[in-house]
């Protein structure tokens, strides 16, 4: 569709008005992690902002021990 809008610039700025995606106030794709931009599976406590595959990457760099 946006191949077909390329050479038309007012048709593809009325389809951005109509069809871009709101601006969330809350909810789970409000805080993106700050590391990939994902926005499923946040870790958000001590302020991290880091989705779950990112913080298994970096947890030990960021002081977090694993205990059995």
Not at 8 to 25: G, L, Q, V
Not at 33 to 38: K, L, Q, V
């Amino acid at each position: 569709m946006l191949k077909q809008l390329e050479g038309k610039p007012a048709k593809m700025k009325k389809y951005f008005k109509h069809n871009k995606p709101r601006e969330r106030k809350f909810g789970i794709s409000t805080k993106p992690c700050e590391r990939c931009g994902r926005v499923g599976a946040h870790i958000g406590s001590y302020n991290l902002n880091y989705c779950r595959q990112c913080f298994r990457e970096i947890a030990t760099k960021i002081g977090f021990k694993k205990y059995h």
